[in-house]
């Protein structure tokens, strides 16, 4: 079964402050894709980043900077010079292939509440 | 482009009841999956239709159930509503091109119910 870790439940930090926010996994496949949401107060889940098993590349995209690696089933997400629009629950998910490569579901985990004060 | 709608947006019903929770998805998405967020078991699977048909289901009694329409708007439904039910429903559609397509899901706004 597949299984997403985020340990930490909640991350509170001061405004400008780099913070990374971690997310295990475990899966037995060998195709799968990983991916962080950001849910706001409105509810609605947020897509970050999507990548694919066979993609260790770390990516940046602006302030947000991802960190996969298979060799730990970890796929870390960092904040850098966080602001107060930074403030969220933040979501690993891992999705699980059906046949033909086509995605089927996330499993999600538990969520990383991060405050940023001003 | 609009995003995923979801109505509505927030209801109160009884233990005993039943309620119908509708998602349109963006246009032209023809995957729509349900998920229910509570904060005991965070995110969870309902359901997941592609034209008109459930392809796959989590693990939930039978009192949960959907469907999706021609036009790929969905709806669920939970019949005997329980206490326990009380969450945010979410639905999210995926440009889901038959097969090969690996996209992310986009999430609507979601529907929180309270069993009273």
């Known amino acids: 079964a597949q299984k997403v870790t985020q340990a930490q439940t909640e991350i509170s930090v001061v405004e400008k402050e780099d913070v990374t926010l971690d997310c295990v996994y475990e899966t037995r496949d060998t195709t799968y894709y990983l991916f962080w949401y950001k849910q706001p107060p409105s509810g609605e889940l947020v897509f970050l980043i999507r990548r694919n098993s066979f993609d260790e590349q770390n990516e940046i995209s602006g302030r947000y900077s991802w960190n996969f690696q298979k060799s730990t089933s970890s796929f870390n997400f960092t904040i850098t010079a966080s602001q107060v629009v930074d403030s969220a629950v933040y979501f690993c998910?891992?999705?699980?292939?059906?046949?033909?490569?086509?995605?089927?579901?996330?499993?999600f985990g538990k969520g990383t509440l991060l405050t940023v004060n001003p | 482009k609009a995003g995923v709608t979801q109505t509505p947006r927030y209801l109160i019903k009884t233990r005993g009841q039943q309620v119908t929770l509708s998602c349109s998805p963006i246009s032209g998405h023809r995957s729509v999956s349900w998920y229910q967020q509570t904060p005991g078991q965070g995110l969870q699977f309902l359901f997941e239709y592609f034209s008109e048909t459930q392809r796959n289901k989590g693990n939930f009694p039978g009192r949960f159930s959907g469907r999706q329409f021609s036009n790929s708007r969905s709806e669920m439904n939970v019949s005997t509503l329980e206490l326990g039910d009380s969450a945010l429903y979410l639905c999210a559609s995926s440009p889901e091109t038959g097969g090969t397509n690996t996209g992310e899901l986009f999430f609507g706004e979601g529907s929180r119910l309270t069993v009273l």
């Open positions: 998910a891992l999705s699980e292939l059906r046949s033909g490569g086509s995605n089927y579901k996330l499993t």
